[in-house]
Nanobody, 119 residues
């Protein structure tokens, strides 16, 4: 079984910063792309940022130059540094990972961590 566990969410004032972490645990061979998605109330889940196994990154336009995604392969952890937070960044943030297990690729999701940005 594979689990993704997020941490680091919370309440912050506009202009502040938060750092999210997501650690993978369980039995697997390799982790490919990891990423962060978010879902605000009444809206669909959307991509925030992804990072490949080779550390190439891609960001939603709304977070470029404010958020930074990184990963520590030794700790099988992905991070999301969020700076200059805005009230519209308020959402549940979900970790996502494509993981090789039993010689096939599987997609996994964390349970989410709430980020609330007050104005």
């Amino acid at each position: 079984q594979v689990q993704l566990v997020e941490s680091g969410g919370g309440l912050v004032q506009a202009g502040g910063s938060l750092r999210l972490s997501c650690a993978a645990s369980g039995s697997f061979s390799e982790i490919n792309t990891m990423g962060w998605y978010r879902q605000a109330p009444g809206r669909q889940r959307e991509l925030v940022a992804v990072i490949t196994g080779g550390s190439s990154t891609n960001y939603a336009d709304s977070v470029k130059c404010r958020f930074t995604i990184s990963r520590d392969n030794a700790k099988v952890t992905v991070y999301l540094q969020m700076n200059s937070l805005k009230p519209e960044d308020t959402a549940v943030y979900y970790c996502n990972a494509w993981i090789v297990r039993d010689m096939s690729l599987h997609e996994y999701w964390g349970k989410g961590t709430l980020v609330t940005v007050s104005s």
